[in-house]
């Protein structure tokens, strides 16, 4: 026997509808963007470059080397990621 609907889109029994059920595909999206971050390619150098002054056992003055090779390793990992 069907189940009777109320106006507001929910059974007497309080479920939802699946014709007022928001479609499953939307919430997943939904709550993964609020999970992201904002992208930021200078923060990503920073860290990057942090960690290499740190496996150099932080001897001074290779600050600008350490963020190039920061740079070129994760431009070339967005790169890699997107062809």
């Known amino acids: 026997m069907p189940r009777k609907t109320s106006g507001n889109g929910t ?3 309080g479920k939802k509808t699946a ?3 928001e479609p499953t595909g939307m919430r997943v999206v939904s709550e993964v963007r609020k999970n992201l971050k904002p992208f930021s390619l ?5 860290v990057r470059a942090y960690e290499i002054y ?3 056992k ?3 003055g ?3 080397e350490d963020w190039l090779n920061a740079e070129r390793e994760v431009v070339a990992r967005y ?3 997107t062809a």
Request: net charge negative.
């Open 62 to 64: 290779s600050e600008r």
């Open 79 to 81: 790169q890699a990621c």
């Open 11 to 13: 059974t007497s029994r």
């Open 58 to 60: 932080g001897s001074p």
């Open 54 to 56: 740190l496996e150099r």
């Open 19 to 21: 014709a007022s059920a």
């Open 42 to 46: 200078e923060e990503e150098i920073r």
